[in-house]
C-alpha cells in the first residue's frame, strides 16, 4: 500500500464511519486493531434489505460475505493490511449498492 492509497482507504473508512473527513490525517484504521475492528463490527450490523453482512478472518484470509456468496476476499502475509484492504473494498461497493441521498 501506498501512503496516497491509506490516505484515501482511511477517508473513505471516516466517511463510512460517519467521522468528519478532515481528521484522517489521525485515522490508524491501516494499523490498529482497535480502529480497524470498530469498523468490521460496523460491516456485521449492516443490514442492506434483506442481507446482512459477515467479516470472516481466518489465518492470513478475509472474506466479507452475505447470505448467498463471497462478496469481498484478500489475503495477505501481513493480516491487517488484508482486513484493511476488505473493508476498503467493501465500503467502495457498498456505496454503489446503497448510494448517499
Known amino acids: 500500500m501506498t501512503e496516497q492509497e491509506i490516505r484515501e482507504g482511511n477517508k473513505l473508512i471516516a466517511e463510512f464511519m460517519i467521522n468528519p473527513p478532515m481528521v484522517t490525517i489521525f485515522m490508524e484504521y491501516h494499523k490498529d486493531w482497535n480502529w480497524l475492528m470498530l469498523v468490521v463490527g460496523a460491516i456485521n450490523k ?8 459477515d467479516v470472516i478472518i481466518y489465518k492470513t484470509t478475509v472474506h466479507i460475505n ?11 502475509k501481513d493480516i491487517i493490511k488484508a482486513v ?8 467502495k461497493w457498498y456505496n454503489v449498492q446503497s448510494p448517499k441521498s
Request: no cysteine.
Open 66 to 76: 452475505d447470505s448467498r456468496q463471497i462478496l469481498i476476499e484478500t489475503t495477505g
Open 46 to 53: 449492516i443490514k442492506l434489505g434483506d442481507e446482512a453482512f
Open 84 to 91: 484493511w484492504q476488505a473493508v476498503v473494498e467493501f465500503i
